[in-house]
Structure formats: C-alpha cells, structure tokens
C-alpha cells in the first residue's frame, strides 16, 4: 500500500508562497496520478489540483486557483509538488496529497495521510 506524507507547511502572511511536497514511503510514484486536497475547519475537504502519472497532463478545480497554485512532480526525486503564491487568508487549512484517477476527474483513492498546516494571516 502507497503510504503518502505531506510537508511544507507552515504560518506565512497574506501574498506570501509556500511550496509543499508529497513523497511516499515503500514506493515509487513515477506513474501513480497524484492530487492535492485541503480541507478547512468546518468544510468539506476538497480538490485543488491534480497531475497524471502517466504524461504529467494537470487539472486544477477553478480558476482562482490555477492563477496561484501550480502541481508539479519531479520523479528523480520521488516527489510532487504543490507552488503556492499569492496566498490569501481563506487559504488557511491542512492540505493533502493523494493518489486519484486522473481520468475519473481525479477521484481520490486510498488511505490519507496526516497532512501539512497552512495558515495564511492577514
């Protein structure tokens, strides 16, 4: 089982960046499909992007977040990341990272990891 960690989270202020990152443990992620969620207190979790393992073809869920945040993965080191600039205050929330089906509008599968902290201050 691909067991997903996430890291890079921390406290920034308002139009700051942060860079996050999701490595497996045990695993090769080279050819899984890879998405980023977050989940705010209160709310639903929900997609941010999402990134084939197959041609590294990406999907973002608006445009609001297309135009800030960008997914990426780099094999040679395992990892997939998630660029984050201009962040605003409703940003603030645990993102994760997890393996989808790229071609099923990126449906999450599998266990969910702990989780990175982004809190964004005005």
């Known amino acids: 089982q691909v067991q997903l960690v996430e890291s890079g989270g921390g406290l920034v202020q308002r139009d700051e960046s942060l860079r996050l990152s999701c490595t497996a443990s045990?695993?090769?992620?080279?050819?899984?499909?890879i998405g980023w969620f977050r989940q705010a207190p209160g709310h639903k979790r929900e997609g941010i992007a999402c990134i084939s393992g197959n041609d590294g073809k990406t999907r973002y869920a608006d445009s609001s977040v297309k135009s800030r945040f960008t997914i990426s993965r780099e094999n040679g080191k395992n990892t997939v990341y998630l660029q984050m600039s201009s962040l605003r205050p409703e940003d603030t929330a645990t993102y994760y990272c997890?393996?989808?089906?790229?071609?099923?509008?990126?449906?999450?599968?599998?266990?969910w990891g702990q989780g990175t902290q982004v809190t964004v201050s005005s």
């Open positions: 997890a393996l989808v089906e790229y071609d099923l509008t990126c449906r999450p599968y599998g266990s």
């Open positions: 045990g695993a090769t992620l080279d050819h899984y499909d």
